[in-house]
């Protein structure tokens, strides 16, 4: 169970009593020390003065590692009732409680000094866009006045300091996000923004983030090899509406924004009592709808229009194409102004907002146009692709892999994606993880395959991410553009046994330099 901080100073600096973020129901041994220097719950984290939480993870059992946290330096546990028998004999003060991993977020908001209370706290919620959304509404409460923080699988952000998140956790896990927020506080933020993923819903990373504003993008099938079922998955993103109607002290109020163009949007509004707003590019029925969209390569730009006939509409625009791009946006507009704040300064942030790292990223330099983007379910890969498809007269080459120990079902979609939508695939690693990367190579090539799509004339198998960059960069040439899909702003592709360093956007670089010589200007991220 990795653990990241933001720096040091997330640690060794209690803002508050972690006692008081101990569930009513929770029963202790001993009197618990009052202040902590950190809350570990991975026991080769822990020094002197820390509380070590005993969470059961997907691997391995906190309980299990209770004494070696304990000789480390833990000055209590928090143990899960039932588990982790004679933990009391470690002589350390134990507390048992029902569940551990509930409680990992409500003692470490505590010792944070329960630093949500604070701040006006927008979550972002969804299968794609979340962090495009993030992003943009971060740029959108900018301009209309507000400092902002940000937490996202991509970085985070205290005012002006950029903390990258070099793991590979969808959603830091609770100390960290409470310490971030924590940090915010101390910035003088006045606003939060979270990145709410499945993961970190279903998994109480984001309990205590007392959240003011939701917004849901959309719901296509993922992540099924954590959760099970689409019904499972759905419901770990409806926590997060559910999570609007929990006690606050804030008097903020609280809205649901809710992408009414999804066909799920009605079972989000449903979780909820708190104020919901709905938008919309298509359905005319939206209370804010994208209007009059004229889109570039680079761009786009469209009219805001709300049902209140008082409402004159707004000019806006984006430096991301696509239409999911301008639901993206349009998102954030309205987010930040169901808060009450200028809508019109919101869009000229939004506007202003040069992109986004990994996400529709160009890369410079080749003579023909070639895009990182993170784009890794087949839903995504389809927008992409028929987004881009008018937007060029040659070839659409697109490389992409698909990641080991994930649904299969993944593997398939993109497979017959590519098939209908590429004029030319190459096949490659994503993160194997554990599964010999030739046989993920093959599902999605029996795929395009079953789907009409001929090998050597449509699509070819290379293993070897830096290879294939480099094959489908040299098949490249006037009017075409390649796609390197699936990895975006990630930084390492995952093996079994190790990390490796990697980053799309730098292979590219490279290649292109190779071939092409350097380029004159540079990108982003």
């Known amino acids: ?270 979780l909820t009592q708190a104020n919901v707003v709905t938008y919309a590019i298509q359905n005319p029925n939206a209370d804010v709808r994208a209007n009059d969209m004229m889109l570039w390569p680079d761009g786009a730009t469209f009219v805001l229009e709300s049902t209140d006939p008082d409402d004159d509409g707004i000019e806006a625009s984006i430096k991301l194409p696509g239409e999911f791009n301008v639901a993206n946006a349009t998102a954030a507009i309205t987010a930040v102004s169901a808060l009450g704040l200028s809508p019109y300064a919101a869009a000229s942030g939004v506007a202003q907002c040069v992109g986004v790292p990994g996400r529709m990223e160009r890369i410079e330099g080749a003579p023909f146009e070639v895009i990182v983007d993170y784009a890794h379910t087949p839903e995504a890969l389809a927008q992409v692709l028929t987004m881009l498809r008018p937007l060029i007269d040659g070839k659409l080459i697109v490389v992409f892999g698909c990641a080991g120990e994930r649904a299969r079902d993944r593997r398939t979609g993109l497979g017959s994606v590519a098939a209908r939508l590429a004029d030319y695939t190459v096949l490659t690693d994503e993160d194997p993880r554990s599964e010999p990367p030739e046989a993920i190579i093959n599902e999605i090539a029996e795929a395009m395959l079953r789907a009409g799509a001929t090998e050597g004339t449509s699509f070819e198998r290379l293993p070897g991410r830096r290879a294939a960059v480099a094959r489908a960069i040299e098949l490249g040439g006037a009017g075409d553009l390649v796609l390197i899909a699936g990895k975006g702003h990630e930084s390492t592709i995952e093996w079994a046994d190790r990390a490796e360093p990697w980053d799309d956007r730098v292979a590219a670089r490279e290649v292109i330099a190779e071939r092409f010589g350097a380029p004159e200007t540079s990108t982003n991220g």
């Open 1 to 270: 169970m990795g653990e990241m901080t933001s720096d040091s100073s997330t640690v060794g600096k209690a803002r508050g009593d972690w006692r008081q973020g101990l569930p009513r129901d929770a029963v202790m041994t001993d009197e618990l020390p009052g202040e902590v220097r950190a809350i570990r719950f991975d026991s080769r984290a822990v020094e002197r003065g820390d509380l070590f939480v005993c969470v059961a993870g997907e691997r391995a059992d906190g309980h299990r590692f209770a004494a070696a946290a304990v000789e480390a330096g833990a000055v209590a546990l928090v143990a899960q009732a039932g588990m982790g028998e004679g933990l009391e004999a470690l002589g350390v003060p134990v507390v048992r409680v029902a569940d551990t991993r509930r409680a990992l977020s409500s003692v470490a908001a505590a010792h944070e000094g329960f630093p949500a209370r604070k701040l006006t706290v927008i979550g972002v919620t969804g299968t794609d866009g979340k962090s495009t959304t993030s992003f943009l509404t971060f740029a959108a409460l900018q301009a209309a006045g507000a400092k902002v923080g940000l937490l996202t699988t991509i970085e985070c952000r205290v005012g002006e300091r950029v903390i990258p998140n070099p793991t590979r956790l969808t959603t830091q896990e609770a100390p960290v996000v409470q310490a971030l927020l924590a940090e915010m506080v101390e910035a003088g933020c006045t606003h939060a923004i979270i990145e709410a993923t499945s993961h970190g819903l279903a998994l109480h990373r984001l309990n205590d983030c007392e959240f003011d504003v939701a917004i849901y993008t959309n719901l296509s099938e993922d992540h099924l090899d954590f959760h099970g079922t689409m019904d499972a998955y759905r419901a770990a993103k409806g926590r997060l509406f559910q999570m609007l109607d929990e006690p606050t002290t804030k008097k903020v109020r609280r809205h649901a924004v809710i992408n009414c163009d999804d066909r799920q949007w009605r079972y989000f509004a449903g």
